[in-house]
T-cell receptor, first 109, second 115 residues
């Protein structure tokens, strides 16, 4: 089952903050966040592992609540380059990722 | 260090023809995953392979679709007798280890158009 992302879309002005949420009905071992720009490949942002380890983009922050099976991605002081569609991918012990439907972020000057 | 390579980047086929999509993983990566993405939608898992083995093909249609990752050479996703509904972007990703401890990196994708 694919995770549920919210919101579906968000519009920001440069410098504003936003939070993207990802929720799963299954127990999670890891959560992976990607950003995809139109017509391009998804680009890795961050991985959050069961037990608290995180690896990823130094300017991106995220949280992982293992008990609630939820993760949130925090976009702080947004820049124009943050525009794109953000996907969370969840891994539940089966060595593959299930992706949410995506959150489209538009940052305007 | 070159990233994940996919070719061709764009592929046009007529209904009933075969499509072959190739993926060369990053150096040192032995795990390969294929995803399909329809316009304005998310990525749908198709198949997970390691060298010479199919680990999980639960997302792949049982008919017309097949995948391989031979000992030498790229991974191949093969679609026989293509139909218009096969039109999509197909992304390959690779990882150095299983996904519990590391992530996967995507290639640029192959955009398949079936006329």
């Amino acid at each position: 089952q694919q995770p549920v992302q919210s919101p579906q879309a968000v519009i920001l002005r440069e410098g504003e903050d936003a939070v993207i949420n990802c929720s799963s009905s299954k127990a999670l071992y890891s959560v992976h966040w990607y950003r995809q720009k139109h017509g391009e490949a998804p680009v890795f942002l961050m991985i959050l592992l069961k037990g608290g380890e995180q690896k990823g983009h130094e300017k991106i922050s995220a949280s992982f609540n293992e008990k609630k099976q939820q993760s949130s991605l925090y976009l702080t002081a947004s820049q124009l380059s943050y525009s794109g569609t953000y996907f969370c991918g969840t891994e539940s012990g089966d060595y593959k990722l299930s992706f949410g439907a995506g959150t489209t972020v538009t940052v305007r000057a | 260090n070159a990233g994940v390579m996919q070719n061709p980047r764009h592929l046009v086929r007529r209904r009933g023809q075969e499509a072959r999509l190739r993926c060369s993983p990053m150096k040192g990566h032995s795990h390969v995953y294929w995803y399909r993405q329809l316009p304005e939608e998310g990525l749908k898992f198709m198949v997970y392979l390691q060298k010479e083995n199919i680990i999980d093909e639960s997302g792949m249609p049982k008919e017309r679709f097949s995948a391989e990752f031979p000992k030498e050479g790229p991974s191949i996703l093969r679609i026989q007798q293509v139909v218009r509904g096969d039109s999509a972007a197909y992304f390959c990703a690779s990882s150095p280890v299983a996904l519990k401890t590391d992530t996967q990196y995507f290639g640029p994708g192959t955009r398949l158009t079936v006329l």
